[in-house]
């Protein structure tokens, strides 16, 4: 019975790129204006919206909160699918604009990882089309063994039908997987999952609950940029695929 990682599974928006508050926000403004809408996301008013995972949930969510008189023409879903489609559109946009770039360490630990042989996956509530361009950008998409975005599980985030497709489809010891998420409801989903997590929070994130996690930073860190430790035990400046391995260790001395 190995004890050793085997697998390092990251959520995508907040955790490897920093791509709620001037990317998906913008893009759902962007679609709105285009479709003929007075409608505005601030940034305030999307911290609320954030609570719900899956852009066109978060459509259906503000609607009932906010325009509960409103009336599409035709059916709500298709309503909200041309509008998210139309986000979509807008947020590529951006993606290929370089408007988003990754977070500080994310590219590091990726290429460590690699380097050790350590399978990579991608669980992501985001639609595909949007982790397909970051990836593309800044990444290899051939890296990562698994990419399971959006709608390919019935239920999102915290829902862990995300991370159980992914340990299903690369048969993966539960034990020796380590997670990497940035949000409440990403947490929430690895942890009923029975997966190991880390947090990197960002500021939509920093005041919510993370007890679960097994470690909270500021971010992956740097050599030349130390993260800041959160909650939990790490005395690095920066994560490291030596110190994540040292965790599952850990962690499996603890559990049998
Ligand atoms: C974050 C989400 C997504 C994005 C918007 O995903 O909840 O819904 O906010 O993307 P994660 P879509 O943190 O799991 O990567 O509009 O394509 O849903
Ligand atoms: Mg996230």
């Not at 920093?18 to 008013?45: K, M, P, Y």
């Not at 990419?147 to 039908?161: L, Q, R, Y």
Request: net charge negative; aromatic share 8%; proline share 4%.
């Amino acid at each position: 019975m190995s004890n050793q990682l085997q697998c390092l599974i990251f959520d995508v928006d907040g955790t490897l790129a920093n791509t709620e508050r001037d990317g998906h926000r913008v893009a759902f403004n962007r679609g709105f204006q285009a479709a003929g809408l007075d409608w505005h996301w601030s940034v305030d008013l999307y911290a609320e919206l954030l609570t719900v995972s899956g852009g066109k949930e978060r459509l259906k969510y503000f609607l009932r909160q906010y325009l509960p008189e409103f009336k599409p023409d035709g059916e709500l879903n298709d309503f909200v699918a041309h509008l998210h489609q139309l986000k979509t559109k807008y947020y590529l946009e951006l993606l290929r604009d370089g408007a988003i770039g990754l977070r500080p360490g994310a590219k590091r630990l990726i290429e460590e990882a690699r380097v050790a042989g350590i399978t990579l996956a991608i669980a992501t509530t985001t639609s595909l089309p949007n982790v397909i361009e970051l990836l593309e950008k800044y990444l290899d998409l051939d890296w990562f063994a698994v990419i399971a975005a959006g709608d390919i599980v019935p239920a999102k985030k915290p829902a862990p039908d995300i991370y159980h497709y992914v340990i299903k489809r690369l048969e993966l010891d539960p034990d020796r997987v380590i997670v990497l998420e940035d949000s409440d409801n990403g947490l929430e989903s690895a942890i009923a999952a029975g997966l190991t997590t880390v947090v990197t929070v960002n500021s939509y994130t920093e005041q919510q609950d993370f007890s679960q996690a097994a470690l909270v930073v500021s971010d992956l860190g740097e050599p030349e940029q130390p993260c800041r430790v959160i909650q939990g035990n790490f005395a690095g400046n920066y994560l490291d695929i030596a110190g994540l391995r040292s965790m599952i260790e850990i962690n499996s001395r603890v559990l049998h």
